[in-house]
């Protein structure tokens, strides 16, 4: 029987939520001891365990149909390629947050991409950081090093560098200033952007469908409320994302009704307080654990 693999980053920041959002699709996984190889014990999706940056290679080259990476790294990899034929993104996840920006010493009088042009910028993203440097029509001199980037300008081997912030401890403990952001990166869900052979295909789309069903369930929230019967149209209003309540009868007060409905965008205590406003008592929100359309 035909299977899939999907590589995942073995070890650091997207590690745990990759494998959580393949467990949240129902995939059991056993262990291998040398932990690189995880056998898909009741649905035939196999895990890899790699570095993230071999991820994008190994769905170009065929050595897994799917893989999680960040943005960034398969941004660098595709230009870095031309352009980067047999990788195409599939979904955005909502986990591996971060941007690529542009810092420069405390000291320096650069304020953004615009006084980069032939100055030397350090960066672990060469590819990306020159193509997002000239469609501003900047040309700066990229110096490509492994990492600890943040340490170049102080050692005079750049004049500003380009590398990947979250909260921005590294750069203020680095005595550097975030001036411009370049590019902002999730990590993604990626494949090979061609349709797979006919017996790959359909466990492909089995497995997107649960995905699917998996993000929109962590955005998702269950309401029930009981609202009067005149106030049911700005308790519409009021409820993020929600398609079509259901509407119950509640004994005994025609006037008043339970409303139930899923709301697909964040629940907030503004909105209950919005909900209670409106007359709505009784209100419930109840996490959604599973969808499927
Ligand atoms: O071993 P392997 O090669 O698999 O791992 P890695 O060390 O290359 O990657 P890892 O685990 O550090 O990052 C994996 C992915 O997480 C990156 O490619 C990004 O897509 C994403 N990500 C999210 C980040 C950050 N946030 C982040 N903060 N990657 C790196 N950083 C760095 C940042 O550059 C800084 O040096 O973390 C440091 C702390 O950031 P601040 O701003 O919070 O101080
Ligand atoms: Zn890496």
């Keep these: 029987m035909s299977r899939l693999r999907v590589?995942?980053?073995?070890?650091?920041?997207?590690?745990?939520?990759?494998?959580?959002?393949?467990?949240?699709?129902?995939?059991?996984?056993?262990?291998?001891?040398?932990?690189?190889?995880?056998?898909?014990?009741?649905?035939?999706?196999?895990?890899?365990?790699?570095?993230?940056?071999?991820?994008?290679?190994?769905?170009?080259?065929?050595?897994?149909?799917?893989?999680?990476?960040?943005?960034?790294?398969?941004?660098?990899?595709?230009?870095?390629?031309?352009?980067g034929t047999g990788l195409s993104s599939l979904r955005k996840l909502d986990f591996g947050h971060c941007r690529l920006s542009l810092a420069v010493p405390e000291s320096s009088g650069i304020s953004g991409a615009g006084g980069l042009d032939g100055k030397r910028v350090a960066t672990t993203y060469p590819a990306l950081t020159r193509e997002l440097l000239s469609r501003q029509g900047i040309e700066?001199?990229?110096?490509?090093?492994?990492?600890?980037?943040?340490?170049?300008?102080?050692?005079?081997?750049?004049?500003?560098?380009?590398?990947?912030?979250?909260?921005?401890?590294?750069?203020r403990a680095n005595h550097l200033k975030e001036v411009e952001v370049l590019f902002e990166s999730t990590a993604a869900l990626y494949g090979t952007g061609q349709a797979l052979p006919e017996d790959k295909q359909p466990l492909l789309d089995r497995l997107l469908a649960?995905?699917?069903?998996?993000?929109?369930?962590?955005?998702?929230?269950?309401?029930?409320?009981?609202?009067?019967?005149?106030?049911?149209?700005?308790?519409?209003?009021i409820l993020p994302g929600a398609e079509h309540p259901t509407l119950m009868e509640l004994e005994g007060t025609p006037d008043r009704v339970a409303v139930h409905a899923v709301c697909r965008e964040g629940v907030f205590w503004e909105h209950l307080e919005a909900l209670k406003g409106a007359g709505a008592s009784a209100i419930l929100v109840l996490p959604v654990e599973k969808m499927l359309a």
């Excluded at 009741?42 to 991820?55: G, N, T, Y």
């Excluded at 490509?144 to 909260?167: H, K, R």
Aim: proline share 3%; charged share 25%.
């Design 140 to 171: 700066a001199r990229i110096v490509e090093l492994a990492g600890s980037v943040e340490i170049a300008p102080g050692l005079g081997t750049a004049d500003a560098i380009a590398d990947l912030v979250s909260t921005g401890t590294t750069l």
């Design 7 to 83: 590589a995942i980053q073995k070890s650091g920041r997207l590690s745990e939520k990759s494998l959580a959002l393949l467990q949240g699709c129902g995939l059991r996984f056993a262990r291998s001891k040398d932990k690189l190889f995880w056998y898909g014990k009741d649905f035939p999706v196999d895990l890899l365990l790699v570095r993230d940056d071999d991820i994008p290679r190994m769905i170009m080259g065929g050595v897994c149909e799917l893989g999680i990476v960040g943005e960034n790294v398969a941004n660098e990899v595709m230009l870095d390629r031309n352009g």
């Design 210 to 237: 649960r995905i699917d069903g998996v993000l929109q369930a962590q955005e998702s929230k269950y309401v029930m409320l009981h609202a009067p019967r005149a106030a049911l149209e700005r308790i519409a209003e």
